[in-house]
């Protein structure tokens, strides 16, 4: 048997990071905070990922730090404040699968939100390094609508959230994608894991999979053209796997739709990727 990853070294065109990690993270218990992925616990510099499974009437308040926050209702409702500032109870969708835009609100550094669960509520928080560049403000669902992307059993549908086209935040891009039973996404393997603009950015990304119905399964492969990272994981309804490097396309067999939040930030807010060229054909195809 192979054994478990545990120590990936990076080069990068800015230095050296070295990676002590394993990809794939299993929640921690079913309620409270079940995730708390950090730049320190990941091994790499930027990306931050939390998620919160809450009962109507717990109370979550984290400061920001150095950190901005994309806090993304997954499910169920809750009352938000930034600061001073009550934005009142946001959420509409109580099954992720409903596939209607998520209600999000972006935090600054330098503040601290506050959020009241008034239903059973799957909380996200997305963090990356803020440069003070926004301010508190709610930034879904207007301005996020449904897109198809990809052809036949490479074809997805996107919640466009913080992409770089959407000027809400200064470092953070995030995303929420749908896979079909028996689709491909993240597909054709592309990897962003060189500060090589406008060719490539570098960019940290974290998977956090949903599975409908939950009891099914996916699968993500996240390696390197030269072999020195090669994993491929069974996801489950929960997980979260980190991407430090490589590509890293997943997949979800017949019976079961796949959802999945992606979190990602660098050191320039610019997502540019390279596909695999062994695959790049499909690609080239499709468009």
């Not at 990071?17 to 320190?40: A, Q, Y």
């Not at 091994?43 to 400061?63: A, N």
């Not at 509520?121 to 560049?133: D, E, I």
């Not at 508190?136 to 996020?144: E, K, S």
């Amino acid at each position: 048997m192979r054994p478990p990853l545990l120590f990936l070294a990076q080069e990068r065109r800015f230095g050296k990071v070295n990676f002590l990690t394993d990809l794939l993270r299993k929640p921690k218990g079913s309620f409270g905070k079940i995730h708390d992925i950090t730049p320190e616990t990941a091994g790499w510099s930027y990306v931050g990922f939390g998620l919160y499974h809450l009962k109507p009437g717990d109370k979550i308040t984290e400061p920001t730090g150095d950190t901005e926050v994309i806090l993304v209702l997954v499910e169920g409702k809750a009352e938000i404040g930034i600061g001073e500032q009550d934005f009142g109870e946001l959420g509409e969708r109580m099954n992720v699968f409903e596939r209607i835009p998520p209600h999000c609100i972006y935090a600054p550094n330098n503040s601290a939100w506050t959020a009241t669960a008034t239903t059973n509520c799957t909380l996200a928080v997305c963090a990356a390094p803020g440069k003070g560049g926004h301010d508190a403000q709610i930034i879904g669902p207007v301005g996020i609508a449904l897109e198809e992307r990809g052809k036949g059993t490479n074809t997805r549908y996107i919640h466009n959230i913080a992409m770089e086209g959407r000027d809400v935040a200064d470092s953070l891009l995030v995303t929420e994608v749908y896979t079909p039973q028996g689709n491909w996404s993240s597909y054709p393997p592309h990897r962003h894991d060189e500060n090589n603009y406008p060719e490539m950015t570098y960019l940290e990304e974290t998977y956090y999979h949903r599975l409908n119905p939950k009891q099914g399964y996916g699968i993500q492969r996240v390696f390197t053209e030269d072999g020195t990272l090669d994993e491929t994981m069974a996801v489950s309804n929960g997980d979260v796997v980190l991407v430090p490097k490589g590509h890293h396309p997943c997949g979800v067999p017949y019976g079961y739709e796949m959802y999945y939040l992606n979190v990602m930030a660098g050191p320039l807010r610019k997502w540019r990727f390279q596909n695999h060229p062994d695959h790049d054909w499909i690609f080239q195809r499709d468009k």
